[in-house]
């Protein structure tokens, strides 16, 4: 079980607009910034928001995040094949004194 | 360019030790905290240790608490993960990670290739 909550699964059409969750608590989403990373299969981690909602250099706008409360959110907007990949969430937990990552989300370009 | 190369990966029986290194370049490294990040085969990413700039602040996840030691050399510009008393759930690949800040946990910008540990026996 991850600390942080993200649906196993996503999928859309190309064109489309997809939007991940991320769940957590006071103690990690709730007090600190959200990052999402993406992972191409068999490719390290990339990543892709930080603090809540900044794009680093060179990633397309279509990818952007939120946060409210205790829940984070990435979108990502004019769905390409390329973004075929497993996305994560992650935040530091003040209790654990620990990151934490969500399970990921597994976004599959029909 | 920011380059992070992993070394030290391999087959190591249960109980056994084995020292990864991460060898940078492209950035001022001791301006940088640095992470360790593992993932077990098909499964997700998993934190595992982190470290400030100057190396006097150092975290550890609890699954690796008393067993695993980072730490950095600033003058040779190299990550260390220490890995003691490894459990068969210690295999993975493990990636070394660049942070955003000095000090915190702002995320991971920078991403080495990883490095296999298998503990099997």
């Known amino acids: 079980q991850s600390v942080l909550t993200q649906p196993p699964s996503a999928s859309g059409t190309p064109g489309q607009r997809v939007s991940i969750s991320c769940s957590g608590s006071?103690?990690?989403?709730?007090?600190?910034?959200v990052n999402w990373y993406q992972q191409l299969p068999e490719t390290a981690p990339k990543l892709l928001i930080y603090?809540?909602?900044q794009r680093p250099s060179g990633v397309p706008d279509r990818f952007s995040g939120s946060k409210s409360g205790t829940s984070a959110s990435l979108a990502i907007t004019g769905l390409q094949s390329e973004d075929e990949a497993d996305y994560y969430c992650a935040a530091w937990d003040d209790n654990l004194n620990a990151r934490v990552f969500g399970g990921g989300t597994k976004l599959t370009v029909l | 360019e920011v380059q992070l190369v992993e070394s030290g990966g391999g087959l190591v029986q249960p109980g056994g030790s084995l020292r990864l290194s991460c060898a940078a370049s492209g950035f001022t490294f001791a301006n940088y905290a640095m992470s360790w990040v593992r993932q077990a085969p098909g499964k997700g990413l998993k934190w595992v240790s982190g470290i400030s700039g100057s190396g006097g602040h150092t975290y550890y996840a609890d699954f690796v608490k008393g067993r695993f030691t980072i730490s950095r050399e600033n003058s040779k510009n190299t990550l260390h993960l220490q890995m003691n008393t490894l459990r068969v759930e210690d295999t993975a690949i493990y990636y070394c990670?660049?942070?955003?800040?000095?000090?915190?946990?702002?995320?991971?910008?920078?991403w080495g290739q990883g490095i296999l540990v298998t503990v099997s026996s």
């Open positions: 990670a660049k942070d955003l800040m000095y000090y915190g946990d702002y995320g991971s910008d920078y």
């Open positions: 603090s809540d909602n």
């Open positions: 006071s103690s990690n989403v709730g007090s600190n910034t």
